[in-house]
């Protein structure tokens, strides 16, 4: 990983372009570094990182009429196109920046709003519901837990236990995973759970005792054994130049989360936890990070 120089990116109709105040850091970029999707679609490099950033608007296209230069939003570039973890970045769905959120907040929040609404509104989870969030304390999960309480759904999350207290002031019920979880689960909820949000990956067996019907799983990490396990696996990544996909086709992107997102943080009902902020220059700490299993929440990156 190297920053360089790239051309500077023109708003295209319906977009806007921002300066760059700060952008997330993507778990998927780390895994086409790593070649963990090699055999899953086809990468050309360069390859440019990140997809959700936050800034200032300094062009605006033709079709847009409700944003104009100089104001602050957050929002993502497209799955395909990326490169939010720069300069200047091209804003395809955005939403105005809440001010009660800091720069590294909204710059690390487009991409955790859009995949938690994504699925739990596949999950159709509302209002009576128990959700189960497995992996909560990362930077979907600490979202999910939110957005599924605004709701009025009840919490479950899953984390380590020095993490609780954590969870608990984000709204959920707070338990440890592995070994025992369908007992512990059960325990919380002698009713049932209605939905599981796996962000984590790696449990699908004890999820969908959970949950009772592997219908009601929706993982975002277990890429390798969802099919076998007739889970969904979402993702908004579309298909490559040769057709293949990540798993299943790309699900519709939440983008409509966006603006919900800001009205939710503007009533002190959505924060953004950040695990680590860096420079772009220092990428490969943020990695590190990101692959220590302990990252609490959102990384992400800050322009100068």
Known sequence: MEVGEAPEPQAGPGTVRIAVRASGFTPADAYVRSGRLKDMMAIGFPYRTGFDAAGVVDQVAEGVTDTAVGDEVFGMTTTRARGANSDSAVLTSWARKPAAWSWPEAGGAAGSVETSTRVLDRLRVGASDTVLVQGAAGAVGTVAVQLAAARGARVIGTASEHNHDFLRSMGATPTTYGEGIVERVRALAPDGVDAVFDCAGGSLPDLITIAGDATRV????????????????????PADE???????????????????????????????????????????????????GHARGKIVFLNE
Do not use: C, Q
Request: hydrophobic share 50%.
């Open 218 to 237: 929706v993982t975002i990490a277990d890429f390798m054994n969802a099919a076998a396990y007739n889970v969904h696996l979402s993702h908004g990544a």
């Open 242 to 292: 040769e057709g293949k996909t990540i798993g299943p086709a790309a699900d519709p992107l939440a983008v409509h989360g966006l603006a919900l997102a800001a009205e939710l943080a503007d009533r002190g009902k959505l924060r953004i936890p950040i695990a680590g902020a860096f420079l772009l220059e220092d990428a490969s700490a943020a990695h590190e990070l990101s692959e220590s």
